[in-house]
């Protein structure tokens, strides 16, 4: 888009232009503020534009200072330059009705003497009439102008310093271009990078029907293709060759097809279902065991629930007295653990052992650890990839109940399956 508005703006070029300046112009340095008051000037700019946004000048200016009583000299200030130089602008073929504008010049200029100013100016200008490059705004001027000159009584130096202030009028022609070729000029087209009728400002005709299928291109999924009516979607303006499109060749059409590039039934609108449980595998939290749609496809368990954070068991895990070892009555249950991390092969689980606390907080750490690793290692002998499990021991750290009493103690022993980022148990 910047590149083809760049182009657009550069075959715009060049363009004329006249400008004409009238003001005010103020001394403000010294000793010229107390020999000179404030008085008129004009100038007279010649503008040849080389892009929308550059122009080059030559200018000719006129500025007279009247002298005040202390002025050493028999005459007034005069100020005759004439200068070249650049304008930067807004380009007029925006649609803008402000342009600002700034102007750096070098001058010749003569007053009783050589002197070289260096103008620098900026202003503001309004378009009264869009379509005419007329423009009319304030400017502000800043003369510093370095003289060549004798030292004349009165003066410790020829340099002066000029502030003006005023109104410009302009006149600026801007050649016309028509950017996409549909004989209507872009500073009347509102679709100038489109071909369009002028009966609609060069915008594409909305009721144009380009493959003359019957179907406007407004309304055509396929404006340069015609529909060949058979009876299947005729109205969306495509062939019927790309409408039946298969990629999976499933029988279910890419445009009906929830999984166009890989194969599933009709029932399942294209999506796979590799545990026949009637749940597609991107919906189904267990796409390799088959389920029910209220377990999201996953299969009911009898002793745990699996929740968005957790494995809940039903029932305790249990060890021989004071020791990491496994009791077998909790083998079932660690074997129903182990297939519903089968079932889920992307989750991933913290084990957390925890203790009462009695005994030592150091003994409880020790065999909090040894418990989750234990229950760790049974899990990954029954198939379960080590890199999916973190053996966690939190010791007497987090209760559940109250260790005063024998069963909060009895609650407190227990271990946790927390479902966690695969990233944490690597």
């Not at 008129?40 to 006129?62: C, H, K, N, R, V």
């Not at 009705?97 to 620098?120: C, D, H, K, Q």
């Not at 100016?121 to 060549?148: D, E, I, M, T």
């Not at 060069?202 to 019957?214: E, F, I, L, R, Y």
Request: glycine share 10%; hydrophobic share 30%; aromatic share 6%.
């Amino acid at each position: 888009m910047f590149v083809s508005t760049f182009v657009a703006l550069t075959l715009a070029a060049p363009s004329l232009g006249a400008r004409l300046d009238l003001g005010v112009t103020f001394p403000i340095s010294s000793p010229q503020v107390t020999y000179f008051n404030p008085g008129p000037g004009l100038a007279l700019t010649g503008e040849l534009g080389i892009l929308p946004f550059l122009d080059l000048e030559l200018q000719l200016s006129y500025l007279l200072l009247p002298k005040t009583a202390a002025s050493p000299t028999e005459g007034d200030g005069t100020l005759l330059n004439i200068g070249a130089g650049a304008r930067v602008r807004r380009p007029l073929t925006s649609d803008a009705a402000v342009i600002p504008w700034g102007e750096l010049l070098l001058n010749y200029g003569f007053s009783g003497g050589s002197r070289f100013p260096l103008t620098l100016s900026g202003g503001v200008q309004f378009r009264p009439v869009r379509k005419v490059g007329l423009l009319v705004g304030p400017y502000l001027r800043l003369n510093h102008v370095f003289a060549v000159a004798t030292p004349e009584v009165g003066y410790t130096s020829h340099d002066a310093t000029l502030l003006s202030v005023g109104i410009a009028v302009e006149y600026l022609h801007v050649a016309s271009s028509d950017l996409d070729g549909d004989g209507i000029d872009d500073s009347d087209d509102k679709c100038p990078e489109e071909r369009g009728p002028s009966a609609t400002q060069g915008c594409p005709d909305p009721n144009a029907d380009t493959d003359d299928d019957g179907i406007v291109n407004s309304k055509d999924a396929c404006p340069t293709e015609a529909e060949d009516p058979d009876g299947y979607q005729d109205d969306d303006g495509c062939p019927e060759q790309e409408t039946h499109k298969d990629t999976d060749n499933d029988g279910v059409f890419d445009k009906e097809d929830e999984c166009p590039k890989v194969a599933g039934p009709k029932a399942l609108r294209g999506c796979p279902d590799k545990d026949s449980d009637g749940i597609p595998d991107h919906q189904d939290a267990c796409p390799t065991a088959p389920g029910n749609a209220s377990e999201r496809g996953c299969p009911k368990y009898k002793q745990l629930v699996v929740t968005e954070t957790k494995i809940e068991i039903k029932q305790k895990i249990y060890f021989a007295f004071a020791l990491t070892q496994i009791l077998p009555k909790s083998d079932p249950l660690l074997e129903e653990v182990a297939q519903a991390l089968k079932d889920r092969p992307q989750l991933c689980v913290r084990i957390e052992g925890h203790t009462d606390n009695k005994g030592s907080r150091q003994a409880n750490q020790v065999l909090s650890q040894g418990r989750a690793e234990s229950v760790r290692d049974f899990l990954t002998s029954h198939g379960i990839e080590d890199r999916r499990l973190k053996p966690v021991g939190y010791a007497d750290t987090l209760p559940l109940d109250d260790n005063s009493t024998p069963e909060g103690r009895e609650n407190n022993r227990r271990v946790e399956f927390v479902i966690v980022d695969c990233s944490e148990t690597r």
